[in-house]
């Protein structure tokens, strides 16, 4: 049996704050194999860049303490010295932000930066870096792009920046990519462009990606198999054709409902989309039971009184739901 490339075991992640010890991270658990898309997705505030972060080293300590364990090719990241960490970061597994203006240096030429990578992994003198740059930057549609080499990032246009972010990413050719939403301030023209040129980069490497978003029209695009983030938990993980055919968490079912034109577009005469009423919690907001029963409108007693287990219910379909914690006598536990 081929072991996985990426293993979250029990993840958690608090953070110590003057309103207390809120928990962005709740016992979280999931794999990637060689090869494959899987799609992390769930509203602001849900927990899924953390979860990222956490793979990569990146979140501070303190204020932020995890626990549990990030395994990539067996090697638990979270017990790595941090050096070595760094070895990893950027050569064996590599992120793309979603806001690339804020993630390029505004000082630093698109050349040196997207050749600096090579620079500190591959240990490449920086005249060989700009010369596997420009490929890299010809190789992502960047017009014109040795005259850009020498560009700074505002003179470039948010759909090129973010494929000067991509050629940052891939330029070590990675194992595993992490794309945390990485076409929200794109338009959909360019948008429907950068996830073309991640699935064929993915396919020419070979390589893995995670790919973090709250759009599931993105997730049905690129993803093969999909985990489902509410408060910091998993509350459903199935494949792409399973969740989209058969939606089991009523939170699951929300959002589907709130795509336009899936199932979420209004009907005659109505001028609102579906949507799910309330907000996400707060981290440091201490909730019994599930902790999407307030916001539920089919929870019931026993939802406020027990956290659900996450359950499998099918071929690698697995839910957090009270409604599916049934004994053999049909009563719930």
């Known amino acids: 049996m081929s072991r996985s490339l990426l293993e979250i075991q029990d993840l958690t992640v608090d ?11 709740d016992h ?28 990569l080293g990146l979140v501070p300590s303190p204020p932020g303490e995890i626990t549990g364990r990030v395994l990539f090719e067996g090697r638990d990241l979270l017990k790595t010295h941090r050096e ?18 804020t993630s390029l240096n505004p000082v630093l030429t698109i050349g040196r930066q997207v050749a600096e990578p090579l620079v500190v992994h591959k240990h490449m003198s920086m005249e060989e870096a700009r010369k596997e740059a420009l490929q890299w930057l010809e190789h992502v549609k960047i017009p014109a792009a040795a005259r850009r080499l020498d560009d700074y990032p505002h003179q470039l246009s948010g759909g090129m920046r973010q494929r000067v972010m991509i050629a940052m990413a891939m330029v070590c050719r990675p194992k595993l990519l992490i794309a945390d939403e990485p076409t929200t301030a794109l338009d959909v023209t360019i948008q429907s462009q950068i996830l073309s040129l991640m699935l064929k980069l993915k396919e020419e490497l070979g390589m893995s990606v995670l790919l973090i978003t709250h759009d599931l029209g993105v997730v049905a695009q690129m993803a093969r198999r999909v985990v489902v983030m509410y408060a910091g938990q998993v509350v459903e993980e199935a494949s792409v ?6 939606p089991l968490h009523p939170y699951t079912q929300g959002l589907l409902r709130s795509i336009p034109g899936a199932g979420g577009k209004p009907a005659v005469g109505k001028k609102r989309l579906n949507e799910i009423p309330g907000t996400v919690p707060p981290i440091t907001e201490s909730i019994r039971g599930c902790t999407f029963a307030p916001r539920c409108a089919r929870s019931f007693g026993a939802c406020r009184e027990k956290t659900p287990h996450l359950l499998t219910v099918g071929s690698g379909h697995r839910v957090r739901c009270r409604l599916f914690e049934k004994t053999s006598g049909g009563e719930l536990k």
């Not at 953070?15 to 991270?25: M, S, W, Y």
């Not at 999931?30 to 979860?51: M, R």
């Open 28 to 55: 979280v658990s999931f794999s990637l194999e060689k090869g494959e898309t899987l799609g992390l997705v769930g509203e602001s505030g849900c927990g899924k860049s953390i979860t990222s972060l956490s793979i």
């Open 84 to 101: 070595e960490i760094r070895a990893v970061r950027g050569q064996d597994i590599s992120m793309i932000f979603q806001e690339p203006m």
């Open 241 to 246: 054709t399973d969740l989209f055919d058969n």
């Open 15 to 25: 953070f110590h704050t003057p309103e207390g010890v809120g928990r962005a991270v």
